[in-house]
Each structure stands twice: as C-alpha cells, then as structure tokens.
C-alpha cells in the first residue's frame, strides 16, 4: 500500500471507523494527523488509539475551526474526512445539533481545505441512508435520494459538497456511501447508534435481544476492516468520473438472522420480536442491500469477511477491552445529549 511517509490527515479519527483507518495507516507508515474535539455523544474514544498512541498527531479541534489547523490541512496529501454524528434518532430529536455537526461543519472544513490545499484528494464517509426508503434492492448509485431522517438530509448535503467543490475542481474528493458498519472500536455505551451496537451491547453484558418488527428485514453489514480497504484504495487512486461510490457488505442478511447470530455466539440469548416503537418506526427504512459493482470494478475491492466470522472477531477483541467501552455500573445507557455550541433545540414539530 503506498502509504509510506505519506501525510495524512483523519478527520474523526478518534472515533469507530477512523480509529481502525489511523492504525492501520500507521502500521503502513503514514504520518499520521487526527482532528477530532471528542464530541459528546459520538463515539470518540481516546482507547481507540492506544495501539499507535505516540505516533499520531492529535488536533483536539473541531473542522468547523479548521483554520487553527491549516498548517496540517496545507501539508496532507490525503484527507480521510469520517467526522459525523451518526445516529438518526439523534438527529430527529436535534435537528439542529445535527445541522451544525454533518453539515456546516463540513461546509466551513471542505472551505478551508480548497483554500490551503486546493485540490488535495478528500475521501468523505457518505451513508446509505441518503437513499431512504429503497424502490429496488440491491441499492446502485441510480437509486433516488429520499433521506426519510434529518442525518440523511444532512450527510446528503455534505456529499454534495465534496462533489460540487470537486466538480469546480477546489478539491478532488471520493465519497463512499457506506453501508452498515461493524467491529472493534464501536461505542457501546452510547444509545440510538444502530442496531448493531445494540446488539453487541446486549449481547457483551448477557442480555437477551429485541428485534424491532418481524425480523425480515434486510442489512449488509461491513466489517470494518474491509471499510477500511475501500478507504485506503480510494486514498491513492486515480479520480474516478463518478465521485459517489456505494460500499456494502458480502451478504444481505436479515435483521432476524443478524439477530440470531449474535445471541447463539453471546451464548444462546433469547431474542424477541415487537413491533417498532414510534420514534423508530418514521425513520426505518425496511430492507435494504448494497449493490457495490461500480466501487468493486473502480477500485478492484471485495467485501472479504462474512458476518459470522467478522461477528466472532469482533465479540473476542471486546471480550478483552470491554471495560474501556461500557461502563460495569451502567450498562444500560440512556440517550442524554449535552448542548453542542450552544445549540440544543429539540424537534420543534410532533412525530407523525
Ligand atoms: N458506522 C457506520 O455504520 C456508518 C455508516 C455510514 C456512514 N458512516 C459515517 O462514517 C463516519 C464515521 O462513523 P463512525 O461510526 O466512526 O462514528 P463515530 O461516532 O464512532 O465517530 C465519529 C467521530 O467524529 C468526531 N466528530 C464529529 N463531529 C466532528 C467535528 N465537527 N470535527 C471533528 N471531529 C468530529 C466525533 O468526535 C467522533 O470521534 C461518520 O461520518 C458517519 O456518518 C458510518
């Protein structure tokens, strides 16, 4: 991987899926820079890096002030740009908190970049859940944009972003439409990010599962170091005409399966099903696949671990880091954001 002595920057680096990019850099000899304030209620964990810690530069500073870190910005090469909140239910409650995190952050970040590193290659961590609710499965990149959530409008904007200030040729960005993400270095503790944190929430503490709806369901869980894969190829290959790039998982399982899994290997947990509670029911998008043929044929790249086997990987490593992820006293988290920028401003409308 051609990574050597090459300087880089992560921005959300402190959190799952760019701790694991960072060491893997790392391991690959990249100088490596994260910029990343630990915002409160994302999964920003300082334990995350404890494998490379020394050989990362930290920024504990916020992209939407990324002037105080232009000199950094100035000399990567590349920018792994994975800060984000990603927890929808968050952003139904706060609307606003998500605004100034997905977007506006990133507006004032992708400016600053053009500014002191025009053209440098940008590789953002777009989402799935742009699409919304899907018309065909598996999803392609053709698909309509119909976010059904506020993280989704949000992302949405930032993709967009990264693929107009590349268009204009400011900056030359890849974005990844990333499926769900799974492994070590998931938060735990923090509630309403997904179900397969949940999941090994539940399953970690002996706790048995609930399934939202009956199961049928479809997801395409990536393990995060085949993520990770798709990040560094995007790092260093040639611009690709098309800017916008889906990544999904090796299989379409559904939620019942998924479910099933964790509680066998968890040592044969009950799962229960109930129906959506209403909150969850306005932003569940049913099932959904990726079809991931553009990135696989741009890039030469195949999703390699199957859900099990990422599964049982991900459940030993927690086995031994588990106190570093939930708290023994309070395994049962509750959501409670604190204000962001003074921003707070909940839902200003009633759920339908
Ligand atoms: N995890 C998934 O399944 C998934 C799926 C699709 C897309 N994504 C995207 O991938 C990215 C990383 O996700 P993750 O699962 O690692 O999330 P995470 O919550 O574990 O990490 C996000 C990190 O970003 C940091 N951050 C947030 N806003 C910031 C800002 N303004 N400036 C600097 N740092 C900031 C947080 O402190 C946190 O450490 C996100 O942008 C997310 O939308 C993730």
């Known amino acids: 991987m051609p990574y050597k002595n090459v300087p880089v920057l992560i921005t959300g680096g402190l959190g799952f899926i760019g701790s694991n990019l960072a060491i893997r850099l790392v391991e690959a000899g990249a100088r490596v820079a994260i910029a990343d304030p630990q915002i409160a209620g994302c999964g920003a964990n300082l334990h995350n890096i404890a494998p490379?810690?020394?050989?990362?530069?930290?920024?504990?500073?916020?992209?939407?002030?990324?002037?105080?870190?232009?000199?950094?910005?100035?000399?990567?090469?590349?920018?792994?740009?994975?800060?984000?909140?990603?927890?929808?239910?968050?952003?139904?409650?706060?609307?606003?908190?998500?605004?100034?995190i997905n977007t506006v952050a990133q507006l004032r970040f992708l400016q600053a970049c053009a500014r002191y590193n025009p053209g440098v290659r940008i590789v953002y961590a777009g989402t799935r859940q742009v699409y919304g609710k899907p018309d065909y499965l598996p999803m392609d990149e053709r698909h309509p944009v119909r976010p059904i959530d506020f993280n989704g409008v949000h992302k949405y904007a930032a993709n967009m972003y990264h693929a107009m200030l590349s268009r204009s040729g400011h900056i030359d960005a890849i974005v990844l439409r990333l499926t769900n993400v799974y492994g070590p270095r998931m938060s735990l503790a923090i509630p309403c990010q997904g179900f397969l944190s949940t999941f090994l929430r539940l399953v970690l503490t002996g706790k048995g599962l609930q399934v939202f709806g009956d199961g049928k369901q479809l997801r395409d869980p990536v393990f995060v170091d085949d993520a990770v894969e798709a990040f560094l190829l995007a790092g260093t290959a040639p611009s690709p005409s098309e800017r916008t790039i889906n990544v999904g998982g090796p299989e379409a399982l559904p939620l019942r399966q998924i479910a099933e899994l964790c509680a066998k290997h968890g040592g044969d947990l009950p799962v229960a099903f109930r129906p959506f509670p209403d909150d969850r029911a306005v932003i569940d998008i049913g099932s959904y696949s990726t079809d991931s043929s553009l990135f696989e044929t741009t890039f030469g790249w195949k999703p390699g671990v199957r859900f099990e086997d990422g599964l049982l990987s991900t459940l030993a490593w927690y086995r031994a880091e588990l106190h570093h992820y939930l708290d023994p006293a309070n395994p049962q988290p509750f959501c409670s954001l604190p204000e962001h920028q003074g921003v707070q401003h909940r839902l200003m409308y009633a759920a339908v």
């Open 52 to 100: 490379v810690a020394g050989r990362i530069q930290l920024i504990p500073t916020d992209i939407g002030d990324a002037d105080q870190f232009a000199s950094t910005i100035r000399e990567a090469k590349i920018i792994f740009n994975l800060a984000g909140e990603i927890s929808h239910i968050h952003s139904m409650e706060f609307p606003e908190r998500d605004l100034l």
